[in-house]
């Protein structure tokens, strides 16, 4: 790794590791503030046998005239938790990044209050990486 590469640049570089994409345009129906799920099956993702995964950022809009928030489940549990305001967006890159072993489901879920209903845009960057690196 030259001493101008990023951890990252050098594992795509190498061949060790690839970008996963989660993204799209979504519809919602609210079911409650406390009842976030699951948002669509295309936003989830298994991360394969012999891999890790790591998810680096998160961006996403809010269609919609109320908050809502988007949440990193990992095997059915929230881990992270992403507001979006009304008529709004987002970008985090994730400073505090941890490894996904082989087997995890990652997927993104939605809460919003109950009864709103809009759309958002998602796309979220996942890091799959070699386990033997």
């Known amino acids: 790794m030259s001493e101008h590469e990023t951890r990252t640049q050098f594992l795509l570089r190498v061949g060790k590791a690839r970008p996963i994409l989660l993204q799209g345009v979504f519809p919602f129906a609210g079911r409650g503030v406390q009842d976030a799920g699951p948002l669509n099956v295309e936003l989830s993702y298994t991360v394969p046998a012999d891999r890790t995964a790591e998810v680096l950022y998160v961006r996403a809009g809010n269609h919609s005239d109320d908050l809502v928030y988007?949440?990193?489940?990992?095997?059915?549990?929230?881990?992270?938790?992403?507001p979006i305001g009304p008529k709004a967006h987002i970008h985090i890159p994730l400073v505090i990044v941890?490894?996904?072993?082989?087997?995890?489901l990652i997927e993104i879920g939605l809460g919003a209050p109950r009864g709103i209903s809009g759309s958002v845009v998602v796309d979220v960057g996942v890091f799959e990486i070699d386990e033997d690196v």
């Open 70 to 82: 988007l949440t990193l489940m990992v095997d059915g549990k929230a881990v992270r938790y992403f």
């Open 98 to 104: 941890e490894p996904y072993p082989a087997g995890s």
